[in-house]
């Protein structure tokens, strides 16, 4: 097994963990054969830190590029232009070992926990096949390994899950397995792209409590991505938010301070339409006109202004 505190000498505390600088991220869209494809902005100009341990919520509206963010993050996608560093050291620059490191480091937890695992795989096999390939375990303990990843995930009694299909079991245990498939590479950064906006509202809490305490007791770093201000208040009530608006971070800060004081006309548009349950203060509330039309603004249209 790797030991992730000595490959990179920059694991001073202060060194964040991720940090990107300028990042520029284009897809191209075919226009036809003889017509030049039409570059899409999807990431621009992106600067974010994150830290040991911080969680750091990614709040903005559909095709704003979050999950692009997140797969750049994880390194499934190479930017353009500007810099990405994981605790100090520029990711182009790093040896195969700590690449390999860097990549474990940073486990992916996605919203569609039916299309993230193999429909022909049991958990042991889920599970247990990359902590074998990644030497997390070895044949004589992967049992034992595999049962520590789903326990601490309250996937229990283990031994009822251990030979489940992922059609056997409900969704928000397939999120949850999901989870230990994260944990089960010793991550120090878990991106969680929606990761309960499709599994029933009764379980979205039990799903979101697991995550941050990850967080608390194993001080893994979360960035939480979503587009619900609620839960996006929730998993970041100590943390930092970033407002995603058209391929931009168009506001950052304390998550309680920027709700408190948002400045950008999205978040100010997004917090007022969440309703407030007391009629004389809901009564008070200033509303943000909003376009007249129903579309949402597109990076491959950008429109003028904010
Ligand atoms: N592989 C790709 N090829 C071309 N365009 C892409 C690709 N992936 C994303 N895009 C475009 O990039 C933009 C950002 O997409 P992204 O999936 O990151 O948004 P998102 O904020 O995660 O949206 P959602 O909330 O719907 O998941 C969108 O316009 C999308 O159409
Ligand atoms: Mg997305």
Redesign the pocket.
């Known amino acids: 097994m790797t030991d992730k505190t000595n490959v990179n000498d920059k694991t001073d505390a202060k060194v964040p963990l991720v940090e990107l600088n300028n990042l520029e991220m284009n ?1 191209y ?1 075919s226009k036809g054969m003889f017509r030049k494809p039409q570059e ?1 902005n ?1 990431l621009h100009n992106i600067n974010l830190k994150i830290h040991n341990g911080e969680i750091v919520v990614v709040v ?1 509206e ?7 963010l997140a797969n750049v993050i994880a390194g499934l996608l190479t930017p353009v232009s500007g810099t990405y560093k994981f605790k100090g050291k520029e990711i182009h620059s790093m040896t195969k070992e700590e690449a390999n490191v860097y990549r474990s480091s940073i486990q992916v937890v996605q919203q569609d926990s039916y299309a993230a695992l193999n429909p022909m795989r049991t958990m042991i096999k889920s599970l247990g096949d990359p902590m074998l390939l990644k030497k997390y375990a070895t044949k004589d303990n992967l049992l034992e390994k595999v049962n520590e990843v789903l326990e601490a995930v309250d996937l229990t009694p283990t031994e009822h899950f251990i030979n489940k299909y992922p059609h056997q079991m409900s969704g928000g245990q397939r999120q949850r397995a999901l989870i230990a498939r994260a944990l089960s590479m010793n991550p120090e950064l878990i991106l969680a792209d ?1 990761p309960v906006s499709m599994i029933d509202v009764s379980l979205r809490v039990s799903i979101l409590n697991l995550l941050a305490r990850l967080n608390e007791e194993r001080n893994i770093a979360i960035l939480y991505i979503t ?1 619900d201000l609620a839960t996006a208040r929730y998993v970041g009530k100590n943390g930092r938010i970033a407002v ?1 608006y058209l391929g931009e971070i168009v506001e950052t800060g304390d998550l309680q301070e920027v709700l408190s004081n948002p400045q950008h006309p999205y978040l100010r548009a997004l917090l007022t339409a969440v309703p407030i349950p007391n009629p004389r203060l809901s009564r008070k509330r200033k509303e943000l006109q909003l376009n007249a039309s129903s579309e949402l603004p ?3 249209n950008m429109p003028s202004g904010c």
């Open positions: 897809f869209k899409l999807a903005g559909s095709g704003s590029g979050k999950t692009t929606e587009h995603m597109d990076i491959s």
